[in-house]
Nanobody, 127 residues
């Protein structure tokens, strides 16, 4: 009963930055932990980052740690993923997903435990 829409993807050069947005509607947004996942064509979905309901807890994949920041604005029902120093290997469709489960379960699930998904936004990083 929550709808998610991602935006902010595009074609960028290696070293550039992007801020992805995940806008939610349909239910109280603060009830959900939210995660970002990505999937390249022919590859498995992988975890990127997650954030707890009210925002005090965040988790990052090693591949993006130190150059990415996940945040949320519950008043706007939006979660953001700021990605800096983008690399060609960051190229993928990025999805946001929400769950009523604790945020600590998101990082290790590869998204399998998430309840609601957006349709994704494509990030392409050229070298």
């Amino acid at each position: 009963q929550v709808q998610l829409v991602e935006s902010g993807g595009g074609l960028v050069q290696a070293g550039d930055s992007l801020r992805l947005s995940c806008a939610a509607s349909g239910r109280t947004f603060s009830s959900y932990a939210v995660g970002w996942f990505r999937q390249a064509p022919g590859k498995e979905r992988e975890f990127v980052a997650s954030i707890s309901r009210s925002g005090p807890w965040t988790y990052y994949a090693d591949s993006v740690k130190g150059r990415s920041t996940i945040s949320r604005d519950n008043a706007k029902s939006t979660v953001y993923l700021q990605m800096n120093s983008l690399k060609p290997e960051d190229t993928a469709v990025y999805f946001c997903a929400a769950t009523l489960r604790p945020s600590s379960t998101v990082a290790t699930s590869n998204g399998n435990g998430m309840d609601y998904w957006g349709k994704g936004t494509l990030v392409t990083v050229s070298s």
